[in-house]
DNA sequence: GTGGAGCACTTTTTT
DNA sequence: AGTGCTCCAC
């Protein structure tokens, strides 16, 4: 693995306790990869390592880095989420009557909660979540239906998500659980919260080994209860910490990590750090000022179409090796959910692909299983020429088609897959896709557009970015009461910080919300942003009367 | 059990 | 504006 200095240091201090700086760009999966590797190397035992994360997705690209490199997959240490080492252990330590509880999922919750009161479902699921997980507390209205809601539990023998970590915890504390291992290492450790931190404490070994990965600037996860305050208190808690900085960033030109650099220092919650890019400088962030929503849609068409050079879509399909730019080379980015949609219409009138979240679970679930199963089906003659899984996805269309975590799953049941038991076999697939997100089944792969929001854009890259709805009152987010400015900054530096090459922000003087039209200043963070690193375009209505500019 | 009127609500999301 | 829900009539 070819590590730059910082990353070589971080993947092989001895230091005790570490907390790694990682902006973004910076190589951190590889170096949370290369310190796994490096552990192995010098003879840790597997058993010894947890590596920790949020997410499935992170958890599984973490997990093929280190088998590709390993070049086996046997004798892993843990490399997964929370929630699953906490299912393991309590499957291992919990009593025999008290150990064959189900997962109380999403779905099941918000059966157990309708029964109890129907109006408000998800509002009180999160109520109860963030009861959970900060002591939050509940008011009255609340208090019976939670109490109703834990009891309906424990009847049916049922563990929610929150309740597998804090059982854990529990028996962590009264010792009925040992610290298990001496190396402990933690991704994306801004997202923390203080459930899980008291977690990690008791499962490290007396003078174990933490390594803590992350980057405070880009802590965007609050409102469910995520604590930048774990992360930014950690010398304190910790007076032995070692910091590293990884601050070689491989992703974007000069003009946009300098002026996310100097966007980012208007927070005051932060650790300073120095991100620099180790790419050529291009063209500066181009700001449009457009009349509404319409035009907004339109715009980011036009700059699409001008970037591909084409007017002929269909032969971009075929010529796709030909163009220096694909749809997959441009991500459109909103603070919310709806302004998608006309930008979605848009690009779908004039024959562009997107791709989007999908936020339907019932529906994805049986659609994936589906594919999937027809793809075991597909392959399973193909066994006759003995061809390799990885030939016989990329032969396919199936590379376009499924997701990285769909290929993950597929490779395994293939792996595992033998002669007779095909069913059993899909319907243990099945079992492991009831635990997947709308994010894990975004679709990689496939050559389209993706339309995204600031949050759910995190972690990925695109050479193009759009930032539309740069309007005050959308980001920051100020439209209902309770807005964390400093929150919103960092999320505004995530969707800046996706842009390899081009960053495009898009301020819409008009807008409808909520059923109202309304007219919006261009967004208070632009003035967090020199000067320099902007160059302004306004569009006026040619059909409309003339209007001022509002910068 | 369905369909339509009436009403409330409207940020972000993982396990 | 658009969605999702309840409630009531059939």
């Known amino acids: 693995?070819?590590?730059?200095?910082?990353?070589?240091?971080?993947?092989?201090?001895?230091?005790?306790?570490?907390?790694?700086?990682?902006?973004?760009?910076?190589?951190?999966t590889l170096t949370i990869t290369a310190k796994i590797i490096h552990l192995l190397e010098k003879g840790v035992s597997p058993k010894e390592i947890a590596a920790l994360t949020f997410t499935q997705k992170a958890a599984i690209e973490m997990k093929q880095r280190v088998i590709t490199n390993l070049r086996q997959e046997k004798n892993l240490p843990f490399i997964g989420t929370f929630h699953l080492l906490c299912l393991k252990l309590?499957?291992?330590?919990?009593?025999?009557?008290?150990?064959?509880?189900?997962?109380?999922?999403?779905?099941?919750?918000?059966?157990?909660?309708?029964?109890?009161?129907?109006?408000?479902?998800?509002?009180?699921?999160?109520?109860?979540?963030?009861?959970?997980?900060?002591?939050?507390?509940?008011?009255?209205?609340i208090l019976p239906i939670y109490e109703k809601y834990e009891e309906k539990k424990k009847e049916l023998n049922l563990l929610d998500f929150d309740d597998l970590l804090l059982k854990t915890l529990e028996l962590v504390n009264k010792k009925q659980i040992p610290a298990l291992f001496s190396h402990i290492i933690i991704d994306e450790f801004q997202d923390i919260n203080k459930i899980q931190y008291a977690l990690i404490k008791g499962l490290l070994k007396e003078n174990g080994y933490l390594t803590v990965f992350g980057d405070p600037d880009q802590a965007i996860y609050s409102f469910r209860g995520s604590e930048i305050e774990?992360?930014?208190?950690?010398?304190?808690?910790?007076?032995?910490?070692?910091?590293?900085?990884?601050?070689l960033n491989y992703r974007s030109q000069k003009n946009i990590i300098e002026a996310s650099n100097k966007f980012i220092t208007a927070?005051?919650?932060?650790?300073?750090?120095?991100?620099?890019?180790?790419?050529?400088?291009?063209?500066?962030?181009?700001?449009?000022?457009?009349?509404?929503?319409?035009?907004?849609?339109?715009?980011?068409?036009?700059?699409?179409?001008?970037?591909?050079?084409?007017?002929?879509?269909?032969?971009?399909?075929?010529?796709?090796?030909e163009t220096s730019c694909s749809f997959s080379s441009f991500a459109v980015l909103t603070r919310t959910n709806n302004q998608l949609k006309i930008i979605k219409d848009c690009l779908d009138k004039e024959g562009i692909p997107v791709k989007t979240i999908k936020k339907d679970t019932e529906h994805w679930t049986s659609k994936i299983t589906k594919k999937i199963t027809?793809?075991?089906?597909?392959?399973?003659?193909?066994?006759f020429t003995n061809m390799p899984l990885q030939s016989f996805i990329e032969s396919s269309n199936l590379y376009e088609e499924l997701s990285n975590t769909e290929i993950f799953i597929l490779s395994n049941i293939a792996k595992t897959y033998k002669d007779g038991k095909l069913i059993e076999q899909i319907q243990a697939l099945i079992d492991e896709l009831t635990s997947l997100t709308p994010v894990d089944l975004f679709p990689e792969n496939i050559n389209a557009v993706s339309l995204l929001t600031l949050h759910s854009s995190k972690g990925l890259e695109f050479p193009v970015v759009f930032i539309a709805g740069f309007d005050e009152g959308l980001i920051p987010y100020t439209l209902t009461s309770d807005t964390d400015i400093e929150e919103?900054?960092?999320?505004?530096?995530?969707?800046?910080?996706?842009?390899?090459d081009e960053?495009?922000?898009?301020?819409?003087?008009?807008?409808?919300?909520?059923?109202k039209k309304i007219t919006l200043p261009v967004s208070s963070f632009l003035k967090d942003i020199p000067e320099e690193y902007v160059i302004k375009k306004v569009r006026q209505n040619r059909a409309g009367p003339k209007q001022k500019a509002l910068f």
């Open 90 to 141: 309590l499957r291992e330590f919990l009593s025999d009557r008290e150990k064959h509880f189900q997962i109380c999922t999403r779905t099941k919750q918000k059966e157990i909660i309708s029964a109890i009161h129907k109006k408000n479902v998800d509002r009180i699921i999160e109520k109860i979540t963030n009861f959970k997980n900060t002591n939050t507390p509940l008011d009255e209205k």
């Open 488 to 500: 919103e900054r960092r999320l505004f530096y995530v969707g800046m910080t996706r842009a390899m």
């Open 503 to 515: 960053l495009i922000l898009i301020h819409s003087r008009q807008r409808l919300i909520n059923g």
């Open 230 to 247: 774990l992360f930014l208190e950690l010398p304190k808690d910790f007076p032995d910490l070692t910091l590293i900085n990884l601050s």
């Open 374 to 383: 027809d793809a075991i089906v597909n392959y399973s003659d193909k066994l």
């Open 267 to 321: 927070n005051t919650k932060r650790f300073s750090k120095k991100i620099e890019s180790t790419r050529e400088q291009k063209s500066p962030i181009i700001l449009f000022e457009v009349e509404d929503e319409y035009e907004e849609a339109k715009t980011i068409l036009r700059e699409i179409k001008q970037r591909l050079g084409a007017t002929d879509f269909t032969e971009l399909y075929k010529n796709k090796e």
């Open 1 to 28: 693995m070819n590590l730059n200095k910082n990353q070589k240091i971080a993947a092989e201090t001895s230091d005790r306790i570490c907390c790694v700086l990682a902006g973004p760009g910076t190589g951190k």
